[in-house]
């Protein structure tokens, strides 16, 4: 079993839905949870952190849910630009190893 | 202000062959770490280098090595290269501290294989 596991989809969406990734890790020594963002043949981008509280910026809302293991990033109001895989990341320690689920793609259509 | 570099962007090497990758960290940044993309999947953490020794250390062979220099800048040596070592290597940098920081990821270098 992965220590990350994500939906690969792809998750195809017109633009302006509402589309939910969800993740969930195995480890519950887990200490920091985040989303990068990664276009097609590029390195992947810090999207958001994602805390306990759940947090948000703008379009993006990040949640966690440590007794469930399992992190979501849901996205509303999709734009074309929003089109790239998203990556579920965990680390153990202090941050020094990243550990990546498989990532989610998502294509927004027009 | 310049971000991760890496290079060569692309390379193709043949099995057996030795290659060497080079990463140079974002300023300030004294921690490289470097992962390895296969396609379709997500990055792998190969190890990472601190204060010019390997602090931590994936699931990956010996064939693996790596260096980091005084100026914090990095190299990943892998050695007798199978096919299933096609991939994205990533460098990333960040600044050591107590807490997380965000990594900083360059553009990877494509290696292939043939």
């Known amino acids: 079993r992965k220590e990350v596991e994500q939906d690969p989809g792809p998750f195809n969406v017109p633009e302006g839905a509402t589309v939910a990734f969800n993740c969930t890790y195995s480890n519950s020594a887990s200490q920091s949870f985040f989303w990068y963002r990664q276009d097609c043949r590029k390195e992947p981008k810090l999207l958001m952190s994602?805390?306990?509280s759940g947090n948000e910026d703008g379009r993006f809302t990040a949640q966690l849910n440590r007794a469930s293991q399992y992190i979501s990033l849901l996205i509303r109001d999709s734009k074309l630009s929003d089109s790239a895989t998203y990556l579920c990341v965990v680390t153990y320690n202090a941050g020094n190893m990243l550990t990546f689920g498989g990532g989610t793609r998502l294509m927004v259509k027009p | 202000d310049a971000g991760v570099t890496q290079s060569p962007t692309h390379l193709i090497k043949t099995r057996g062959q030795q290659v060497t990758l080079r990463c140079s960290p974002k300023s300030g940044h004294d921690t490289v770490s470097w992962y390895q993309q296969a396609l379709g999947q997500g990055p792998q953490f190969i190890f990472q280098y601190y204060e010019e020794e390997e602090r931590q250390r994936g699931n990956f062979p010996d064939r693996f090595s790596g260096h980091q220099f005084p100026n914090y800048s990095s190299e990943l040596n892998v050695n007798a290269l199978l096919l299933g070592d096609s991939a994205l290597y990533l460098c990333?940098?960040?600044?050591?501290?107590?807490?997380?920081?965000?990594?900083?990821f360059g553009p990877g270098t494509r290696l292939t294989v043939l």
């Open positions: 990333a940098s960040s600044h050591d501290r107590l807490f997380y920081n965000e990594q900083f």
């Open positions: 994602v805390y306990s």
